[in-house]
């Protein structure tokens, strides 16, 4: 926090404005952790599909679409096609794009969405 003050101080001698500065810094600091919280929620959801999908047995076949049916119901607490910008950013850095035409039998709409947003990124 010390440093923080001292950074706020050196911003501008308005008492006003070093505490508008500190709080936005913590505001932001937030943010990013929250982001970068869910992006990484959202990495391992998608690792953990793609581990079972490309598993040969029948029975490990079998979870990777329960998986899926979890996280495209919107009833959900596992519910991934709510921030289809973040999938499909993850689905891109993870050169995981194929799980586009999985999540379509679950979800027409969001796959189309999910498309649209990886010739985006391209």
Do not use: P
């Not at 508008?20 to 998608?46: D, G, P």
């Not at 990777?64 to 596992?78: P, R």
Request: with cysteine.
């Amino acid at each position: 926090m010390d440093k923080l003050v001292k950074l706020a101080k050196s911003h501008s001698r308005n008492l006003m404005e070093q505490i508008y500065f500190m709080e936005s810094i913590k505001t932001e600091t937030w943010s990013w952790r929250r982001v970068t919280m869910n992006k990484e929620l959202m990495t391992n959801a998608v690792e953990t599909l793609v581990k079972y999908l490309k598993k040969a047995s029948e029975e490990e076949q079998k979870i990777f679409y329960k998986f899926l049916e979890g996280m495209c119901d919107m009833e959900s607490d596992y519910y991934i096609l709510g921030h289809l910008e973040l999938l499909a950013e993850v689905l891109k850095e993870k050169d995981y794009e194929c799980l586009i035409d999985f999540i379509a039998k679950y979800d027409y709409k969001a796959a189309q969405i999910l498309d649209v947003h990886m010739r985006e990124l391209r």
